[in-house]
T-cell receptor
Framework: EAQVTQNPRYLITVTGKKLTVTCSQN?????MSWYRQDPGLGLRQIYY???????DKGDVPEGYKVSRKEKRNFPLILESPSPNQTSLYFC????????????FGPGTRLTVL | AQTVTQSQPEMSVQEAETVTLSCTYD???????LFWYKQPPSRQMILVIR??????QNATENRFSVNFQKAAKSFSLKISDSQLGDTAMYFC?????????FGGGTRLMVKP
């Protein structure tokens, strides 16, 4: 089944404790991205990647890191989480950036205390 | 930078009736793509419909259709014969290159 998977689905952590949210897709997509969703603001793009070893900042990259060492994986890293990073996070992938339908993962609900 | 505005935070409609969700965007680009995504209570993001700016014909997908007005930078979604399963958040989104920009969303409630 074609899909984007994220783990964990739910995470409660404390300020400053490094964490990683994994994202994997099995559709051989070139393009992957991370979004955060906050009430009233819709989804905002954090980082995106057009291919292996190619990443770029989105609208809200501060406090986040990503890597793309393999085509299928695109982890999101919070080196020192803060309460303002409490949000719902989505990973997405597509064949071509900006043109094709993006396939979204199921979301990760993160709470930083 | 592109912006997408959805001016209706919440809407409701009776089952079987028609409802229109509004979306406007601001861009200086000439070639771009517009999308409507649905997010039901399960939180899964699902593509509803997609429009290419260079196409004058409005996109349709079964009960869903758009009214794309390029000059006015407007991209509204019409849902005909509303069903209970249409209850969800709806997001309008714009892309002219590497990034996808979303509006703030409209929460739609379909009432029996």
């Amino acid at each position: 089944e074609a899909q984007v998977t994220q783990n964990p689905r739910y995470l409660i952590t404390v300020t400053g404790k490094k964490l990683t949210v994994t994202c994997s897709q099995n559709m051989n997509h070139e393009y992957m991205s991370w979004y955060r969703q906050d009430p009233g603001l819709g989804l905002r793009q954090i980082y995106y990647s057009m291919n292996v070893e190619v990443t770029d900042k989105g609208d809200v990259p501060e406090g986040y890191k990503v890597s793309r060492k393999e085509k299928r994986n695109f982890p999101l890293i919070l080196e020192s989480p803060s309460p303002n990073q409490t949000s719902l996070y989505f990973c997405a992938s597509s064949f071509r950036q900006g043109i094709d339908t993006q396939y979204f993962g199921p979301g990760t609900r993160l709470t930083v205390l | 930078a592109q912006t997408v505005t959805q001016s209706q935070p919440e809407m409701s409609v009776q089952e079987a009736e028609t409802v229109t969700l509004s979306c406007t965007y601001d861009t200086s680009e000439n070639n771009y793509y517009l999308f409507w995504y649905k997010q039901p209570p399960s939180r899964q993001m699902i593509l509803v419909i997609r429009q290419e700016a260079y196409k004058q014909q409005n996109a349709t997908e079964n009960r869903f259709s758009v009214n794309f007005q390029k000059a006015a930078k407007s991209f509204s979604l019409k849902i005909s014969d509303s069903q209970l399963g249409d209850t969800a958040m709806y997001f309008c989104a714009f892309s002219a290159g590497n990034m996808l920009t979303f509006g703030g969303g409209t929460r739609l409630m379909v009432k029996p």
